[in-house]
């Protein structure tokens, strides 16, 4: 028995007629989506993974008080703008604890027979003789020897700390001249610079019948430091 399929197509094979204008046409327009581009995944990746070191190096972990050396002078000038200058307190604190605090003890108090005491010390707040400078000084190239403080006698050694910068030097002061009970004017950057200049071609710590011998100077209570001395005018020229 010979069964016939019924069928749409033409045994030759061509289009349908009822259908042969749908398919002319073409498939209708579509909106598609193409896979994000794999170079634009890595440079996103490579963007984030650098703000996030960025952040995490120069946040300071988002204190309000946080002090970046290179890039904050509370002292002054600075670049401008409404950025609030961190204390120097502060920063004085957190650097008398890291350097000084291990000999002159948190309390300021010294070990007895060993290291001063900077509490009420006429070399920290200012003595018949003493002066600012001498306290500059002592910081920057060390003190050795017999040494007065406070009407007992020391004869040890204190290393220098001409390592630090003018402004973490001036903290340093200005946070041992104010605290425990001490209230001395603060010591600036531009004071330290001054003092540090004077006497840069001294490497030895000093003495104290050394210093006895420098006339005191102090910074007045305004807060003005003193005129830079004669030593640090600019070398005048060779005489031809
Ligand atoms: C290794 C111990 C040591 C460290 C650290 C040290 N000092 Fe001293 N400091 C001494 C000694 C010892 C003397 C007395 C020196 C002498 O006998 O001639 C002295 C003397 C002083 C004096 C003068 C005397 C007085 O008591 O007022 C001051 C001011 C002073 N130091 C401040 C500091 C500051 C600020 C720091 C931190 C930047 C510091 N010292 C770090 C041991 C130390």
């Known amino acids: 028995m010979t069964s016939h399929t019924p069928s749409n197509e033409p045994p030759n094979g061509e289009s349908p007629a009822p259908n042969a204008p749908v398919l002319r046409e073409g498939p209708e327009p579509s909106e598609k989506r193409a896979p994000v581009p794999f170079w634009l995944i890595i440079l996103a990746a490579v963007i984030i993974f650098w703000a996030g070191i960025h952040l995490a190096l120069n946040s300071g972990g988002f204190r309000a008080d946080v002090y970046n050396p290179s890039l904050v002078s509370w002292s002054g000038g600075g670049s401008g703008g409404p950025a609030v200058a961190p204390d120097p307190k502060v920063i004085g604190k957190r650097l008398y604890s890291q350097n000084c605090a291990v000999c002159h003890q948190g309390s300021g108090m010294g070990v007895a027979g060993q290291f001063p005491p900077l509490v009420a010390s006429e070399w920290v707040v200012g003595g018949a003789w003493v002066g600012d400078n001498h306290l500059v000084k002592i910081l920057l190239a060390g003190m050795q020897g017999p040494i007065q403080v406070k009407g ?86 060779p005489a031809a």
Do not use: F
């Open 152 to 237: 007992n006698t020391y004869n040890n050694a204190m290393p220098p700390w001409s390592q630090l910068k003018d402004d973490q030097i001036a903290a340093i002061l200005t946070y041992i001249r104010s605290e425990w009970g001490n209230a001395a004017v603060p010591i600036t950057a531009d004071y330290v610079k001054t003092v540090r200049a004077a006497s840069a071609d001294r490497k030895d710590p000093w003495t104290q019948k050394e210093l006895k011998a420098i006339p005191a100077e102090t910074i007045p209570a305004g807060g003005a430091a003193p005129a830079a001395p004669a030593a640090l005018a600019p070398a005048a020229p």
